[in-house]
């Protein structure tokens, strides 16, 4: 069996380092591998769309944003299919089909769509598409027959349900969709980045976010203002390490040679965090220390994003040929699941042959 991902993101805002920590590094890695025969990343608008049905052009316009933040990280569309989830018009039709093989009940014990509903306070005015989201998704994963899925934690409820519904399926038509695997970052501080506030998690609307496509300028005026620990008001203060923003972005990216180069009093973060916790280091250092890492991870991506901006007709050609790509892939499944259900009627021509001498008989 072919080994197949399927991965992906909402367009509803640019992409921060939240992403390319929790996702998009990862995805470049196992891209690059050469362990997959097939790699599809989604550009997911129609999702997007159950909690912007208000907003379509916020979903419009960051289609390219997304789709810079992707090649600009190293995704390579000569080996990854970049597409845009509307133009696959497949998706749609098997979302019908599966939401007969869930409950109402089911969707509403999956502990993601609970946890998303309260965040948005959706309560009783939740849209349907939104609620059936975990269909869609079901619909996106085995359209490709994807084995693969690269996750968070969280995510994991989402993925559980795509098995329950592949597995229903296949007893009840034939063994058409394939059950896929999830894949969990290896690195837990990579996980979730809480924002520069020290809020637990980034969000736009909250203005605590690194984005991938902030200038040099900007990531370090971020940096600089993070939220750290409010009692280590003096240098020789003791400080709090556990939920420090600097300390959590540290464990994500620096590497060995980072202390060499930028804090060479120090062999490595332990020791850096022993010192802070006891008093006598200051928070700028350590920001500063933290720029500087941060700084040269993001230079090779700013590079990259200012060559793709220079011609966005291509990132838009780029975005057509994977979808064409990814449409034939789906057309296919899609014939097999409606033959797999018996309503190919215009394709199986030993119903056509059976029922007209059952006429003629008559």
């Known amino acids: 069996m072919s080994k197949i991902i399927l991965t992906g993101d909402r367009p509803t805002g640019k992409l921060h380092i939240g992403h390319y920590v929790g996702s998009l590094k990862r995805r470049v890695e196992l891209q690059n591998s050469g362990d997959y025969d097939e790699i599809f990343i989604m550009i997911a608008d129609a999702q997007a769309l159950t909690d912007n049905a208000d907003n379509p052009e916020k979903v419009r316009q960051n289609i390219i944003?997304?789709?810079?933040?992707?090649?600009?990280?190293?995704?390579?569309?000569?080996?990854?299919?970049?597409?845009?989830?509307?133009q696959i018009p497949e998706l749609c039709e098997l979302s019908f089909y599966y939401m007969n093989l869930v409950t109402v009940s089911r969707l509403q014990r999956n502990p993601t769509v609970k946890s998303e509903i309260q965040m948005r306070n959706f309560e009783t005015s939740i849209p349907v598409g939104f609620f059936t989201y975990p269909i869609s998704q079901a619909a996106d994963i085995t359209a490709f027959k994807a084995t693969t899925v690269p996750v968070g934690e969280d995510q994991l409820p989402m993925l559980e349900q795509t098995k329950e519904i592949v597995r229903k399926f296949n007893t009840i038509y034939d063994e058409v969709l394939v059950e896929p695997d999830s894949l969990l970052s290896e690195n837990k501080a990579c996980l979730r980045l809480p924002g520069t506030d020290g809020k637990a998690k980034m969000s736009k609307s909250l203005n605590n976010c690194i984005y991938l496509s902030d200038t040099e300028d900007e990531v370090k005026k971020k940096i600089m203002n993070m939220y750290t620990d409010p009692n280590h008001i003096r240098v020789d203060d003791p400080g709090q390490v556990e939920g420090n923003p600097v300390f959590v972005y540290l464990e994500a990216f620096a590497k060995p040679e980072h202390f060499a180069e930028y804090f060479s009093e120090y062999q490595n973060l332990s020791e850096v965090k022993e010192h802070y916790s006891r008093g006598g280091l200051g928070d700028v250092k350590i920001k500063r220390f933290l720029n500087n890492v941060l700084q040269e991870e993001l230079a090779p991506i700013r590079a990259r994003r200012k060559e793709y901006e220079k011609d966005i007709p291509n990132v838009y050609e780029i975005l057509k040929k994977g979808s064409e790509k990814a449409q034939a892939v789906a057309a296919q499944t899609l014939s097999e699941v409606k033959k797999a259900m018996k309503i190919n009627y215009f394709e199986d021509t030993e119903l056509i042959h059976n029922q007209s001498k059952k006429f003629t008989q008559q």
Do not use: R
């Open 65 to 86: 944003e997304v789709a810079l933040d992707y090649l600009s990280c190293g995704l390579d569309p000569n080996i990854s299919t970049l597409l845009i989830q509307s």
